[in-house]
T-cell receptor, first 115, second 111 residues
Framework: ETGVTQTPRHLVMGMTNKKSLKCEQH?????MYWYKQSAKKPLELMFV???????ENNSVPSRFSPECPNSSHLFLHLHTLQPEDSALYLC??????????????FGEGSRLTVL | RKEVEQDPGPFNVPEGATVAFNCTYS??????FFWYRQDCRKEPKLLMS???SGNEDGRFTAQLNRASQYISLLIRDSKLSDSATYLC???FGGGSYIPTFGRGTSLIVHP
């Protein structure tokens, strides 16, 4: 069983749709992240949750709404997206979030296309 | 100036070559440094951490130069399987623990 799993792996949606991305980690970690990866650009941090509390919100548009119901699950709710939101959305986890934050473990990503 | 800068490449080298990448950073309060590897259409995975004294893992050597604010990755005896994008990652101090990524350097090792 892989450490961090993301579903769906691919998603095509119209600008008026509402969909959600799901991430689950089986590593017993306390911190989870959403990153956006667009072509030719660095990974952009969107949100960080530590012990189910949002600790970072990196000026992300409100059409992206995260949810962390427990330390193993992280969702990204999507609505009224724009074509420029098409990207690979990567979920990651780490043991903790703090001065000794170590390795990030990534899921395989959800590739989103907005028509 | 971007916080973390990398030459995107691609670096195109023959098998057996030695290749080095640098990654510069602008925040002198940077505390932790890492190299990740990302294969085509795959997720990033940790390659190695970068320690102040430099560290080696087989054919890979990572170094940190705080005075000039850059980290480096040296790959000796390149293999075809080393072809990937190498991402430098750092975490800055001052109360922020966000891992910040460079855009990556593409390496292509050819026969």
């Amino acid at each position: 069983e892989t450490g961090v799993t993301q579903t769906p792996r691919h998603l095509v949606m119209g600008m008026t749709n509402k969909k959600s991305l799901k991430c689950e980690q089986h590593l017993g970690h306390n911190a989870m992240y959403w990153y956006k990866q667009s072509a030719k650009k660095p990974l952009e941090l969107m949100f960080v949750y530590s012990l189910e509390e949002r600790v970072e919100n990196n000026s992300v548009p409100s059409r992206f709404s995260p949810e962390c119901p427990n330390s193993s699950h992280l969702f990204l709710h999507l609505h009224t997206l724009q074509p420029e939101d098409s990207a690979l959305y990567l979920c990651a986890s780490s043991q903790d979030y703090g001065p000794n934050t170590g390795e990030l473990f990534f899921g395989e990503g959800s590739r989103l296309t907005v028509l | 100036r971007k916080e973390v800068e990398q030459d995107p490449g691609p670096f195109n080298v023959p098998e057996g070559a030695t290749v080095a990448f640098n990654c510069t950073y602008s925040n002198s309060a940077s505390q932790s440094f890492f190299w990740y590897r990302q294969d085509c259409r795959k997720e990033p995975k940790l390659l190695m951490s970068v320690y102040s004294s430099g560290n080696e893992d087989g054919r890979f050597t990572a170094q940190l130069n705080r005075a000039s604010q850059y980290i480096s990755l040296l790959i000796r005896d390149s293999k075809l399987s080393d072809s990937a994008t190498y991402l430098c990652v750092m975490r800055f101090g001052g109360g922020s623990y966000i891992p910040t990524f460079g855009r990556g350097t593409s390496l292509i090792v050819h026969p």
